[in-house]
């Protein structure tokens, strides 16, 4: 990697301006070093180079050593690693109490007010569509199981178990949480199962696969596993009264 993408990347990565990448991986570089040497090791100009090491003290991405001249010490990058990824996941948690919050607000009810009355408008051509592209449907496929509410349903062939199990794993924690009902309807795979904490797993050998949440909203996988991930196709549809239908006739064809 070329030093100019690689700097970009790590500016990108630990959310730093483009001085303190610089002072930063010079000090990588040295273990410790003065101000001085900084600024002549990374070329950020010593006018500015008090203040980017000051910043990136505060971030906590170097030590300052008490002395004559004052030097610095680097973090090592592992440790720093750590503590961005405990920083994001409580960014992550406080935004997601925050806009959990709003769900009691009046301007969220007259919202949700708006919204039904719209939707009784509704063509259904307007409410169904086709996906394509595997990340395109997994990103579906996820967003409507993260705003499940009563019950989660997926039923997966043999050769998409894994995946679909991939893609329900990320939400057994909030099924919890939240009294979601989550079945997998799959053939047996105990090593799988057991990973899937708060989903039932029903051992059966279906030769479709599909998801639905709360007998609302449907997707479809219509294509064949040996199709090129970027050609994959699914059809999502949000009728209760159509996925409720197919809900009663795949719990009959059990029996």
């Not at 079945?183 to 904490?197: E, F, H, T, V």
């Not at 030769?207 to 479809?220: G, L, P, R, V």
């Not at 209760?240 to 809900?247: G, I, L, R």
């Amino acid at each position: 990697m070329q030093h100019t993408q690689f700097l970009q990347e790590l500016r990108k990565n630990f959310k730093l301006n483009i001085y303190e990448v610089k002072i930063w991986t010079a000090l990588l570089s040295r273990g410790i070093a003065s101000a001085g040497e900084l600024a002549d090791i990374s070329g950020v100009p010593r006018s500015r180079c008090y203040d980017v090491l000051e910043s990136l003290e505060k971030k906590g991405f170097i030590i300052m050593k008490i002395g004559k001249p004052i030097r610095y010490l680097a973090v090592e990058p592992e440790a720093i690693l750590e503590r961005v990824k405990r920083d994001i996941q409580d960014e992550a948690e406080e935004m997601a109490t925050q806009f959990e919050s709003i769900k009691g607000t009046d301007e969220f009810r007259e919202l949700e007010l708006l919204h039904k009355t719209g939707v009784q408008k509704v063509d259904i051509s307007s409410i169904s569509k086709s996906i394509v592209g595997r990340t395109d449907i997994n990103r579906h496929v996820k967003d409507m199981l993260s705003k499940s509410k009563s019950s989660a349903v997926v039923v997966s062939t043999q050769e998409q178990m894994e995946r679909m199990a991939k893609l329900l794993k990320g939400f057994t924690q909030g099924f919890a949480k939240k009294g979601v009902k989550a079945r997998l309807y799959a053939p047996s795979n105990r090593a799988l199962a057991k990973k899937l904490q708060n989903v039932e797993h029903v051992e059966y050998n279906p030769n479709s696969c599909f998801a639905s949440i709360d007998k609302k909203e449907m997707i479809f996988m219509v294509s064949n596993t040996s199709i090129a991930p970027e050609f994959e196709v699914a059809i999502w549809i949000s009728s209760p009264f159509f996925v409720n239908a197919v809900t009663v006739l795949f719990e009959e064809s059990l029996k």
